[in-house]
C-alpha cells in the first residue's frame, strides 16, 4: 500500500505562484510514475503532469511553460510548482502514483494505482 498526502494549496491571485508538494508513505519504491491531475467543479478530473522514477516529465499543454514538476525520491515527494497562474487553473489538485512505466499512458486516469485526497488550489481573476 502506498499513501499519498498532498500540500501546499491555497489562494492566490491570477499571475501568481504556487508549490504543491505530495508525500508518499509505504511501499513507494514500486512506485514508478507520480503524477498531478486536477478537477474544476463540473468537469472531469483530468492530467496536469507526470515524472518517473528517472526523471522524465509530462505536461498537458495548457500547462507547459508554466508549470514544473520534480521529485524527490530520497524524501519519497513529488512536487508541482506552478507559475503564470491563471483563473482556469483553479480546481483541486491530486497527486497519484502508479506501478506501470509504460510512458505512453501517463496521462490516463485509470493507469493510476494510488491517489492522495487532494489540495484545493484556487485562483482569483
Known amino acids: 500500500q502506498v499513501q499519498l498526502v498532498e500540500s501546499g494549496g491555497g489562494l492566490v491571485q491570477a499571475g501568481g505562484s504556487l508549490r504543491l508538494s505530495c508525500a508518499a508513505s509505504g511501499r513507494t519504491s514500486t512506485m514508478f510514475y507520480m503524477a498531478w491531475f486536477r478537477q474544476a467543479p463540473g468537469k472531469e478530473r483530468e492530467f496536469v503532469a507526470a515524472?518517473?522514477?528517472?526523471?522524465?516529465?509530462a505536461f498537458t499543454d495548457s500547462v507547459k511553460g508554466r508549470f514544473t514538476i520534480s521529485r524527490d525520491n530520497a524524501k519519497n515527494t513529488v512536487y508541482l510548482q506552478m507559475n503564470s497562474l491563471k483563473a482556469e487553473d483553479t480546481a483541486v489538485y491530486y497527486c497519484?502514483?502508479?506501478?506501470?512505466?509504460?510512458?505512453?499512458?501517463?496521462?490516463?486516469?485509470?493507469?493510476?494505482?494510488?491517489w492522495g485526497q487532494g489540495t484545493q488550489v484556487t485562483v482569483s481573476s
Open positions: 515524472i518517473s522514477r528517472t526523471g522524465s516529465t
Open positions: 497519484a502514483a502508479r506501478r506501470l512505466m509504460s510512458s505512453t499512458t501517463v496521462f490516463d486516469i485509470t493507469k493510476y494505482d494510488y
